[in-house]
């Protein structure tokens, strides 16, 4: 859930120049757009006004729609602004110096739904191959799998460990991996004679915990980007 931090503009002069000198990674969001990676470059002012200079990770082009920058601070909750590109190159993107920052609130469980690529590959002690599901939501707490699910797996059972590629909706390449080392099958439904659906609840390593809430915070968001450019 995305919540205002602060509107002060010594705040915000403070955190853009934290960010510009520890280089930090910020993800963009735009409508209709994949997801792109920038680095927070330099303070300006030009035509009158204050800008934010990005460098882009790899060269790319965005339209005028307004776009959503969002970075992570060590120790710190996710956070962004947004405003128009006003300033544009192969290399380079300038943004209006932000009036407000925002920050992603982190909801107990929040479930989000995975765009139809994502992935979660199954171990099972009695398969010479993993089972792979279609990941249809996620949470800090478990995750809603479909797909050709061996039958052997029944509700109460003990699995793992389970490999998950997740992606973001207008992404090309996966955003996160990582594996849950076990969890415990708390639902299963019979979709049709060759396609089942399983709710698991996990048992996260500290590392997957980190990578899960990470991806949770960035869909949360890019949810909230499409829907405001609607």
């Known amino acids: 859930m995305r919540k205002l ?7 915000i002069h403070q955190e853009i120049e934290i960010v510009i000198k520890d280089k930090s990674q910020f993800t963009l969001f735009q409508h209709g757009q994949p997801t792109r990676k920038l680095i927070a470059k330099e ?6 006004g204050k800008h934010v200079i990005f460098t882009k ?11 959503y920058l969002v970075y992570h601070r060590t120790g710190e909750m996710m956070r962004g602004f947004h405003g128009p590109s006003q300033l544009e190159s192969p290399q ?22 995975t765009p139809g690529n994502s992935q979660a590959s199954i171990a099972l002690d009695y398969a010479q191959l993993p089972n792979t599901a279609t990941v249809k939501d996620i949470c800090m707490e478990g995750a809603r799998l479909s797909g050709k699910i061996s039958p052997r ?3 109460n059972d003990i699995i793992g460990p389970i490999s998950f590629t997740l ?10 991996t990582f594996t849950v080392p076990q969890a415990t099958v708390t639902r299963v439904h019979e979709l049709d004679e060759n396609s089942r659906e399983i709710g ?11 990578t899960l809430e990470h991806y949770i915070q960035l869909r949360s968001i890019e949810e909230s980007a499409q829907k405001n450019n609607k």
């Open 43 to 48: 303070i300006t002012e030009k035509d009158g």
């Open 167 to 176: 992606y973001m909706q207008v992404a090309t390449m996966a955003i996160d």
């Open 5 to 11: 931090w602060t509107t002060d503009p010594e705040t």
């Open 153 to 155: 797996i029944r509700k």
């Open 200 to 210: 698991i609840h996990f048992k996260l390593s500290e590392d997957a915990r980190e």
């Open 92 to 113: 380079l993107l300038a943004v209006p110096f932000p009036t407000e920052i925002f920050q992603v609130q982190r909801r107990k469980f929040p479930r989000i739904t």
């Open 57 to 67: 990770l790899t060269p790319f082009s965005i339209s005028e729609d307004i776009c």
